[in-house]
């Protein structure tokens, strides 16, 4: 029995460091984040102690990480004034950096913190970037102030607070085009420059940009914008729902009305070339910007959205569109029907459009293929 009970007591001591291993706390245990980071096992908890840490993370292991107390955050990863270039575009050779940045595959999840800028002048900056197919969830999440200070001259700025994956003339160690998921819910993402949330999905294997009961807003405008709130291309899956997008701005010289390749405008939700027919974009309201939705390749899953837009509540282009039940209040047209490089068909199913200044649709045909947009209720 003795022999039995001190059995016990060996197998226990010898699986102690393993579960301590699993939890680790900052600064208790390691003076930074990053240093907790290298430190733990996959799979590892870093619990974090309210402060502020200025400093960059690269994380390429399952990790978690939250506040040490439950209770509230109190906790901000702060940009540092350099950030460690990992990527460059070619051809114009300009810099990727990351406040906090996923990679190799890692599955990360970050829970009730704050990420927050400013971020240095100059480079193409995020707040939190996953690249290599990793996957980062995001609960009670705040990222801000994603775009450098005041005096940075609108050419050398950047910021997109939360992006996954970059196109082929991107090179990461010498590879070009990756991609990464998220898994967002109930964050508030603000203050930024360029796009709130971008998902660039260049990898084989198709992502997901799922974001749920969560807040973009980019506002406070400044001279130079080009805003978007969520913005997903290629090969991803798109889940948008129950979300508050706007305002966003567009502030550049080009920013105007005309949807031709002359003028830009500032949108809400956009999308381009995605695969496959089951993505989502429903129950949200967007607001204080010139185009509310606006896709390219064709999409059926929107639905049930209040738009508010300046200009024109949805732009669908090059594609097959099934929309129903949105309210969309706009100042231009409610639905756009835009055809440059192949026929386009909108059916728009019960959707109420109001206060135009021209008509509810627009069928704009700039070369020879059709645009037709059908309304039925």
Known sequence: MNMHRSALVVCAL????????????????????????????????????????????????????????SFGRGVTIRSPAKLTPFAVVHPSERELVAIVRIGKGARVSFSDLTVAGPIPCGPSASGMMVVGGGRLTLREVRVTAIRPTPNCPAEQSSGNAVRMGFPPNVEMQGEFGTTGSLDARNILVDGFFGDGILGLGFGEERAEVRVVESVVSGGPSRPGLFQAGIIVVANMRAVLRDNAVGPVYCTHELCGADLGPDEF???????????????????????????????????????????????????????????????????????????????????????????????????????????TVVRTR
Do not use: C
């Open 14 to 69: 010898a699986l102690a460091p393993a579960a301590f291993a699993a939890q680790l706390v900052v600064p208790r245990d390691f003076p930074t984040i990053q240093a907790a980071v290298d430190a733990a096992t996959p799979g590892s908890t870093i619990l974090i102690k309210p402060g502020t840490y200025t400093e960059e993370l690269v994380i390429d292991k399952n990790l978690s990480f939250k506040p040490l107390h």
């Open 265 to 371: 405008q500032a949108v809400a939700i956009g999308s381009d070339s995605l695969t496959g027919t089951d993505h989502v974009v429903a129950n949200n309201f967007l607001f204080g910007t010139d185009i509310g939705i606006w896709p390219s390749g064709g999409l059926t899953g929107i639905s049930h959205n209040f738009i508010a837009t300046s200009m024109f509540g949805m732009v669908l282009m090059d594609g097959d569109y099934v929309t129903d039940h949105n309210i969309i209040v706009s100042g231009e047209a409610g639905i756009v029907a835009l055809a440059t490089a192949v026929d386009t068909t909108v059916r728009s199913r019960s959707d109420f459009i109001t206060r135009n200044v021209g008509e509810p649709t627009l069928e704009i045909e700039p070369l020879e293929f059709r645009a």
